[in-house]
């Protein structure tokens, strides 16, 4: 394993992941040896270095941002404590202190009462409240296990380091130090004369970063004698969602989750897709400059700062496979928004407002390919008309005109005949010119843009976009790709390329060129499942921890230890291990797939660690452990992908639906079924043994597998928004 296991950073965090509870102040994260605390910590004098410290109760993510906490209740207990503002005052009196514990408990106090019930994963409190006049009432919970603090809390002294300054985190007006009660609950539903309670329209905020958006105001009008009873979820299970009017996601999850679902011969999978269809979607959206759009992490979990394309692209799919479009044409246009006269967009939207960098090309790429999947799922044609207006850019152009500036950014940008690298600004070394990762991403999105503009009947852009993408596939292949080991490599360097050799690649740069088509045969898969391939998928091999050239190549400051970059390319990413599996369906082989799919469900991570909660995917497992790394964005969306549009082969295209099943060897004796909305309309597929080879039941009837059916008559309303559930 190389300098991996001898590094003092893993050594460190194994120690404090050993430990049970926090010690926080109001300022900032600490850290005390002897208390076996948790601080933020900072790597090489200056660099700040993310952080997830994980117990068998709790969740603590450290990074620049903050400290967010996270309670899980595995254990079965929770110390809580909740409390009210009532008619906007919020003092001791107000506040309900409890210690919730398997089974039930009633606490009496002035006027009201409290009920508890613990669950497997979460707690739910009932509260009866006995009130004498219309008074509105907001629920928070101030406590959860080992703190005895707000649950986000940023470290008010940490200044940004000169050198990293042009991240991916910067923003133009940093958020505020923020210390106040916060949410860890949701509103599940209340009981009482139904006349006289309603929701407000407002959400309880802690602040505008860190919305803790589980927790709504309730307006409560009851006579004396009355009782009025609130149940409160807390925890960060799935089914504490609401299922009351409202004007956020929460107010219509049902409706979301009842038109996108799955169900396959293996039950561990069919339970993983209920939660990854809520991961995906629930708290995932928010508002900037008056669009929507998603975020890199969850807002519910206090970590939704950053918005970046190829991570929205992922939560892309359910949304569409749930009838939610408006919400992916939003943040469409939101992007387009931010591009520059020269077609770079070059920015990101920021949740709340304002925007930040991230360097190279993967967010033009990701528009095209996004344009292409968003139009295959509604037939929005009309998107491509939208006058849009950019910050960046005093010319008023059509939403197509932007999307063809992009595709001729990604040419004119090229490098030595191919892409320059993509990832944070201080990630790549100026040493780096080009790399292969986004060059084949970017050959399938210009596919995805011919193919757009030849359903709109431009043939001459279509077959000049079909000629460019071909023309980049070949240089890709011709700078990049040893016939000799099936290999491409990541980085072209002035003196020529690396990172492509059996002891050092980089695993999505095979995927990437596998599924271009770059490479002609499934050498660089292999390698990738050898090398690669455990509880998740590395990005590298350790051996590649040998050459030098991998610190440096990315870190531009030189100041990262060796064992910073390990953190990131030697641990497990489940998107990484789901595109990989695509991966494998698209080169014949789905039983490959489905053990790399299965080999890293929360379900079987838990089995082997405790810490790593059941139920939802980390953004990152760190290796040589499970332990997780919190901030999810892309694991869930991805194992949707995986088994709705890989396995059960549900393939919208620009002139219809495809099913073509790609089916495990174990799964074919089993009814399997999905439902899922395609061009406004709901549809349900059912997989049935015994009927005749390669036919399917859509919405009872037999269609023969890879027919393409064509598209249903456009009614009024062609899509859906999560946060308005219009």
Not at 156 to 172: G, M, T, V
Not at 226 to 243: H, K, Q, Y
Not at 460 to 480: I, S, V
């Amino acid at each position: 394993m190389g300098r991996w296991a001898e590094n003092s950073f893993w050594s460190d965090l194994v120690e404090r992941l050993a430990a049970q509870d926090t010690t926080t102040n109001r300022q900032r994260a600490t850290y005390d040896d002897a208390a076996g605390g948790w601080r933020q910590r900072r790597s090489a004098d200056k660099a700040c270095m993310p952080v997830l410290l994980q117990g068998r109760r709790l969740v603590a993510d450290v990074t620049d941002r903050g400290l967010s906490l996270l309670p899980i209740g595995l254990a079965g207990r929770f110390d809580v404590e909740v409390g009210f503002r009532v008619d906007g005052r919020s003092t001791s009196d107000d506040a309900l202190a409890l210690i919730a514990r398997p089974g039930e408990s009633v606490l009496e106090g002035h006027g009201w009462a409290v009920h508890t019930r613990v669950a497997p994963e979460a707690a739910v409190v009932v509260v009866v409240l006995r009130l004498t006049s219309s008074v509105a009432v907001t629920p928070y919970v101030r406590w959860v296990p080992g703190t005895r603090r707000g649950l986000f809390l940023r470290p008010a002294d940490f200044e940004q380091d000169r050198e990293i300054e042009r991240n991916n985190s910067s923003i133009p007006d940093p958020p505020a130090a923020v210390d106040e009660p916060a949410a860890g609950l949701a509103v599940l539903g209340w009981d009482g004369p139904e006349r006289e309670q309603r929701l407000c329209g407002t959400t309880m905020l802690a602040s505008r970063h860190y919305p803790p958006d589980a927790v709504h105001q309730l307006e409560l009008a009851a006579v004396t004698g009355t009782e009025v009873r609130i149940a409160l979820g807390v925890g960060p299970a799935p089914d504490l969602v609401p299922s009351m009017p409202g004007e956020t996601e929460l107010a219509h999850w049902e409706r979301v989750a009842g038109r996108l679902s799955v169900d396959v011969a293996d039950p561990d999978i069919s339970r993983q897709t209920r939660h990854s269809v809520h991961n995906s979607l629930f708290s995932r959206s928010t508002t900037t400059g008056g669009r929507e759009i998603f975020v890199h992490g969850r807002r519910d979990r206090g970590y939704a700062q950053a918005s970046h394309l190829h991570q929205s692209y992922q939560m892309h799919l359910p949304a569409l496979a749930a009838g939610e479009g408006a919400s992916v044409r939003s943040e469409l246009l939101a992007y387009a928004e931010l591009q520059r006269d020269d077609g770079w967009i070059e920015a990101a939207p920021r949740p709340a407002s304002g925007w930040s960098r991230y360097v190279g090309r993967y967010t033009d790429a990701h528009l095209l390919l996004a344009i292409r999947r968003y139009l295959s799922w509604t037939g929005d044609v009309r998107l491509l008309d939208e006058k849009v207006e950019s910050t960046f850019d005093p010319v008023s152009r059509r939403m197509a005109e932007r999307v063809e500036r992009a595709a001729t950014d990604l040419l004119e940008s090229r490098v030595r005949s191919v892409l320059p690298p993509c990832g944070w600004a201080d990630a790549w070394n100026p040493r780096v010119l080009a790399q292969g990762q986004i060059s084949a991403a970017a050959v399938l999105a210009l596919r995805a843009w011919s193919q757009v503009c030849g359903h709109l009947g431009d043939e001459p852009a279509a077959r000049r976009w079909a000629g460019a993408a071909a023309e980049l596939a070949e240089a890709t292949r011709n700078a990049f790709y040893d016939p000799a080991t099936g290999l491409v490599a990541e980085h072209l360097f002035a003196d020529g390329v690396t990172g492509g050799a059996p002891d050092d690649f980089w695993s999505p740069t095979q995927i990437w060129a596998a599924l271009a088509g770059i490479v002609p045969d499934r050498r660089g898969l292999d390698h990738v499942r050898e090398a690669c391939l455990g509880h998740g998928l590395a990005v590298v091999p350790e051996t590649a921890f040998e050459h030098e050239y991998v610190a440096a190549s990315t870190d531009s400051t030189d100041s990262l230890p060796v064992e910073s970059t390990a953190t990131w390319l030697l641990a497990r990413w489940p998107e990484l291990t789901h595109l990989y599996a695509l991966a494998e369906i698209e080169a014949g082989d789905p039983d490959a797939a489905l053990a790399a799919v299965a080999g890293q469900l929360p379900a079987r991570l838990h089995e082997l660690d405790p810490a790593c909660a059941p139920y939802y995917y980390a953004e990152k497992y760190l290796h040589p452990g499970t332990r997780p790394w919190l901030c999810t964005w892309a694991g869930d969306p991805s194992l949707i992908e995986v088994v709705l549009t890989g396995f059960l082969g549900v393939q919208p295209t620009l002139d219809g639906l495809r099913v073509q099943p790609s089916l495990p060897a174990g799964w074919r004796g089993t009814t399997m079924s999905a439902r899922f909305v395609w061009r406004s309309r709901p549809y349900e597929l059912t997989y049935v043994p015994g009927l005749d080879p390669g036919t399917l039941l859509v919405d009872g009837v037999p269609q023969a597998a890879g027919t393409v059916i064509e598209p249903p008559p456009e009614p009024e309303r062609t899509v859906g928004s999560l946060l308005t559930g219009t």
